[in-house]
């Protein structure tokens, strides 16, 4: 069960200290717009990828259950306090490379600042065309290697690494920009077809940013988001994906969590609840359940 390397926020304060306390509110409210403008307004099951601390989740409110998915348990707990114990959430702690859930199940999927920590991008992208079904619907943001100030410190020599080249560029370790163009060729081979780009955060430039009402410069980010249609230069991009295509035909029930799940280990479903974890009656693995959150990352010993 070797996957690539896992960038683990585990007792990490990310949220206090990159989103509530970092003047990023500017970047947020700018997302914020982006998904209202891209997210099908309802639907039934979403899944959250690299959910984090839920910053994002309330956002898709529309949807009858969302399903948080971080592999930080940590993280996963403070997204439990902030949204609370309800049916209308599912937290499961797993591997983006080997999701844990039965294929076609999700009418949607986002992941969002989450590619960014992929070194496999393209198998992390593969599992998420898995798990949607049928005209499903998926939006992905990515850290775009593209930008201009990129464009800039490379011409002007002060950058080894070239924008203009499609293979990622892991500038700091697990993290990684993507040129556009790879990404759109991945989704293509997933069989993806790209509805609509929008490009975001046009005025990360800390000067303006300190300047500038946030209000404006959020104002102004959200018209020019809709240029990302012609081009594409901006640090942050957002792409609606849809799956047109699919060959099976899910068996699950609505409110059933329990049929949601496949072992991530061998794949069989469904598994057994045996309350204080879930059993594989194939492989025999078992996965814990505690305190409301799925574990999926390593089974647990007898
Ligand atoms: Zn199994």
Redesign the pocket.
Known sequence: MTTPPVCNYEGSDYQTSFWDKGGREYEDRAEAIALQRLLPKSGRLLLELGAGAGRNTPRYLGFDRIVLLDYSRTQLEQAQQRLGKSPKYVYVAADAYRLPFVDGLFEAATMIRTLHHMADAPGALEQVSKVLQAGGVFILEFANKLNLKAIFRYLLGRQKWSPFTREPVEFARLNFDFHPEAIRQWLKDLDFTIERTLTLSHFRVGFLKRVVPTGILVFFDSIFQWTGALWQLTPSVFVKARIVERDVIPQYGQDDILSYFK?P????SPLIDKRDFLE?S????MWGVQDGIYDFREPIKN
């Open positions: 072992c280990a061998c794949g069989d594989c194939s492989c025999g693995r």
